[in-house]
């Protein structure tokens, strides 16, 4: 991991942060959380300020704030996103991300473009035409990110009948997928947790998540060979 990679995930963390915050009683940021956080900082920095918000949102969107997830980092608990090797914000860039003031986007799909751009990514053509029929009974296994956005903007369409975090498997072997499919949950409130794996999982594994069957499968061009050796091997070793 470099600065560069890390970048992204940190801001769009913060992104997310930023939904997040728009929807909450207790503020994360503006003038209140300000003051809060000078009488309780002493000697931590801004950089720890951002880890601190976004292991507390971790808790309850590990795909969307926890390293540990996002990076398939191994060896960590559930109770520690981060570990002893992650190398935190590069230096200024929790302040520059506290000192912004505008709002995040409020419709979910709008929010997911923008953290595509986060990331520097370039989202390929993908037509929605030829997503399967997606009923609230249909589960699906996805990879690549031209699927992923296909498919979210058509839960964000159907949201109140559909659940991503309950529907849908993701199959990744880049930590940006695994960020954007934990984001978009917490951009259409979806209660429950996102659901990613690597390509090198088994069946087993996939089975011990919840995922008892799948019924259909959506895969983008820009999809790894890897992802979609996977995606095939699990689909019918799972098919309904």
Not at 92 to 117: N, Q
Not at 187 to 192: M, R, S
């Amino acid at each position: 991991m470099d600065f560069d990679t890390t970048g992204a995930f940190y801001r769009a963390a913060h992104l997310g942060l930023r939904v997040l915050d728009g929807r909450g009683v207790r503020r994360r940021f503006g003038a209140e959380a300000d003051g809060r956080w000078q009488q309780f900082r002493g000697d931590m920095t801004n950089a720890d300020r951002l880890d601190l918000l976004i292991k507390d949102a971790a808790t309850i969107a590990p795909l969307a704030f926890a390293p540990r997830d996002v990076f398939a980092l191994p060896g960590l608990s559930t109770e520690d996103p981060f570990g002893t090797q992650w190398p935190g914000a590069r230096p200024g860039l929790g302040g520059a991300l506290f000192r912004e003031d505008t709002d995040a986007p409020a419709d979910a799909v709008a929010a997911f473009d923008a953290a595509v751009t986060l990331w520097g990514q370039r989202l390929d053509a993908f037509d929605a035409a030829t997503l399967p029929r997606i009923l609230p009974s249909t589960r699906l296994v996805v990879g690549g990110l031209a699927a992923l956005r296909a498919v979210v903007a058509h839960f964000a369409a159907h949201r109140g009948s559909l659940d991503l975090a309950d529907q849908v498997l993701l199959v990744a072997d880049r930590p940006v997928e695994r960020q954007l499919f934990g984001l978009a949950t917490v951009f259409l409130a979806t209660p429950g947790k996102a659901r990613a794996v690597t390509p090198e999982v088994d069946v087993v594994k996939v089975r011990a998540m919840g995922v008892a069957r799948l019924d259909a499968r959506v895969i983008s061009d820009d999809a790894s060979p890897a992802v979609r050796a996977s995606i095939d091997a699990l689909a019918d070793a799972l098919a309904s």
